[in-house]
């Protein structure tokens, strides 16, 4: 149709004159119609009428007659039964579901139905894809560092490093006071303890002396040539528990 009401300032044509003057309030930034609860200033007094009856009335008109959800606008209500025609409908708890399969899965809530069972320890689930995420936990492996001299298996590098000291003979921690050296820097830093704190126990044999019983006794081992831990397989005899291991 003819729009013979033409805006000066950026050429848009309009049908009624008062369409024209309210497109105008755009470029003057005039906003003549006032919200009386909130003062809150609209351009187009419909704009005004809406604001009044979604923010300050509460009043919702327009019923869905499938769900009884309620809206302010015939507009929302229209554009919410669009979601009906195309949803799929739970006959127990009325809830829609966008597809035929989302409605299979979700009636399983109702039956108890869990078709999907791990093969591996017998866990079930009514999702196949729930399933899926479960059983990476059975295939999910640890990396894992082998020893070449004894087969022993250990979960990171350093562990494996510290491990083949007792088959290299490394000991590439030194103490700074005594020059002994040690296989594992946790050996050094408790033997440092020597240096720092009283040395009560004795050895009768060389005179070295131990900040522990425990210390002495292994010690003196060193000296009788006793070697109480064997092993179950070789039966080679260590004469401390950690060789042995």
């Given at each position: 149709?003819?729009?013979?009401?033409?805006?000066?300032?950026?050429?848009?044509?309009?049908?009624?004159?008062?369409?024209?003057?309210?497109?105008?309030?755009?470029?003057?930034?005039?906003?003549?119609?006032?919200?009386?609860?909130?003062?809150?200033?609209?351009?187009?007094?419909?704009?005004?009428?809406?604001?009044?009856?979604?923010?300050?009335?509460?009043?919702?008109?327009?019923?869905?007659?499938?769900?009884?959800?309620?809206?302010?606008?015939?507009s929302a209500l229209?554009?919410?039964?669009?979601?009906?025609?195309?949803?799929?409908?739970?006959?127990?708890?009325?809830?829609?579901?966008?597809?035929?399969?989302?409605?299979?899965?979700?009636?399983?809530?109702?039956t108890g139905e869990?078709?999907?069972?791990?093969?591996?320890?017998?866990?079930?689930?009514?999702?196949?894809?729930?399933?899926?995420?479960?059983?990476?936990?059975?295939?999910?492996?640890?990396?894992?560092?082998?020893?070449?001299?004894?087969?022993?298996?250990?979960?990171?590098?350093?562990?494996?490093?510290?491990?083949?000291?007792?088959?290299?003979?490394?000991?590439?921690?030194?103490?700074?006071?005594?020059?002994?050296?040690?296989?594992?820097?946790?050996?050094?830093?408790?033997?440092?303890?020597?240096?720092?704190?009283?040395?009560?126990?004795?050895?009768?044999?060389?005179?070295?002396?131990?900040?522990?019983?425990?210390?002495?006794?292994?010690?003196?081992?060193?000296?009788?040539?006793?070697?109480?831990?064997?092993?179950?397989?070789?039966?080679?005899?260590?004469?401390?528990?950690?060789?042995?291991?």
């Amino acid at each position: 149709g003819e729009k013979p009401y033409r805006c000066d300032n950026c050429g848009k044509s309009f049908r009624h004159l008062k369409s024209l003057k309210g497109h105008q309030r755009i470029h003057t930034g005039e906003k003549p119609y006032k919200c009386k609860v909130c003062s809150v200033r609209f351009r187009l007094g419909s704009t005004l009428t809406i604001h009044t009856k979604k923010m300050h009335t509460g009043k919702k008109s327009y019923q869905c007659n499938i769900c009884d959800v309620d809206f302010a606008f015939s507009s929302a209500l229209k554009q919410h039964k669009k979601l009906h025609a195309r949803l799929y409908m739970c006959d127990v708890c009325g809830i829609g579901l966008i597809s035929r399969y989302a409605l299979k899965v979700h009636t399983r809530i109702h039956t108890g139905e869990r078709p999907y069972m791990c093969e591996i320890c017998g866990a079930d689930f009514a999702i196949s894809s729930i399933l899926k995420r479960h059983q990476r936990k059975h295939t999910v492996q640890k990396p894992s560092y082998k020893c070449d001299n004894c087969g022993k298996v250990f979960t990171n590098q350093k562990s494996l490093t510290k491990h083949q000291s007792i088959h290299t003979g490394e000991k590439p921690h030194k103490c700074d006071d005594c020059g002994k050296d040690f296989a594992a820097l946790k050996s050094l830093e408790c033997h440092k303890k020597i240096h720092r704190r009283d040395t009560p126990y004795k050895c009768d044999v060389c005179d070295t002396r131990f900040a522990r019983q425990i210390e002495l006794v292994i010690h003196i081992r060193m000296h009788t040539g006793e070697k109480p831990y064997k092993c179950n397989v070789c039966s080679a005899g260590f004469a401390h528990k950690s060789h042995l291991v």
